[in-house]
């Protein structure tokens, strides 16, 4: 049991990266959406003269790697769209490999009375094993014994 809850633990712990992987991701490449009474700038213009005053201060295309065709690094509204469906099909398909993996517990479906009961049986058991262990070791013990005495009556002889 202690092994499938490590794998669940590690499960839920890729879910959070995977969920802080996406987060990230939509924060950093979500289209920008026209803020109202304000003039909407998709970003910089390609076709425009370089500013001098803002040039000495901005990375050129070889500060960075390009992530996309575009000149902003941004994907595309479809493209971002079916970036955001695969990301959401990921989270649910771990979310439900989790579920598969709590369901496999033993006693899920069990009433706390029932667990229990069924402890108070197990504890027992174990208690019966520990009696049976402990005559074992006894008779063990006694054969070693006979076994020594009959090994020293053969070496007097």
Do not use: W
Request: hydrophobic share 30%; glycine share 4%.
């Amino acid at each position: 049991m202690a092994d499938q809850l490590s794998r669940i633990q590690d499960s839920l712990n890729q879910l959070s990266i995977q969920m802080y992987t996406c987060l990230r991701y939509i924060d950093s490449k979500h289209p920008a959406a026209p803020i109202h009474g304000q003039p909407f700038l998709s970003g910089p213009d390609p076709s425009a003269p370089p500013n001098p005053t803002t040039t000495a201060n901005t990375p050129t295309a070889t500060d960075a790697p390009q992530q996309s065709d575009d000149h902003t690094g941004q994907p595309s509204p479809e493209a971002f769209k079916a970036d955001l469906q695969e990301l959401a099909e990921d989270l649910v398909l771990k979310e439900q490999h989790i579920e598969q993996l709590v369901r496999t517990l033993p006693g899920v479906d069990m009433t706390q009375e029932m667990q229990e009961r069924r402890i108070r049986e197990l504890q027992g058991q174990l208690d019966e094993m520990e009696v049976e262990v402990k005559e074992a070791r006894a008779e063990r013990d006694e054969l070693v014994t006979r076994v020594e005495e009959s090994l020293m009556g053969i070496k007097r002889v």
